[in-house]
């Protein structure tokens, strides 16, 4: 079973800028479609971005503009690129991978925006 190990999350005045990485146990990056979702207290867990193995990518509206996600196929690692953060942003980030019928979720890092 695959591994998917999250870092970079912390506290972050608004404006300011994260980088999200997702380190999965097995060289599964370029094969899987893999993915960020947050969760925000008393939220539903929702897409933010995805990126295919074939390098579409997808955003939410809510982060179009600002946040970047991109995939290192070589490092194994895929990543998200936060910028302009805003309190909204506020939540538990979660890597996502997915083939076929396989699905897997990191244990999460938390991301909080605040002055």
């Known amino acids: 079973q695959v591994q998917l190990v999250e870092s970079g999350g912390g506290s972050v005045q608004p404006g300011g800028s994260l980088r999200l990485s997702c380190a999965p146990s097995?060289?599964?990056?370029?094969?899987?479609?893999m993915g960020w979702y947050r969760q925000a207290p008393g939220k539903q867990r929702e897409l933010v971005a995805h990126i295919t193995s074939d390098g579409s990518t997808y955003y939410a509206d809510s982060v179009k503009g600002r946040f970047t996600i991109s995939r290192d196929n070589a490092k194994n690692t895929m990543d998200l690129q936060m910028n302009s953060l805003k309190p909204e942003d506020t939540a538990v980030y979660y890597c996502?991978?997915?083939?076929?019928?396989?699905?897997?979720w990191g244990q999460g890092t938390q991301v909080t925006v605040s002055s």
């Open positions: 097995g060289s599964i990056v370029s094969v899987y479609d």
């Open positions: 996502n991978a997915r083939l076929g019928l396989y699905v897997g």
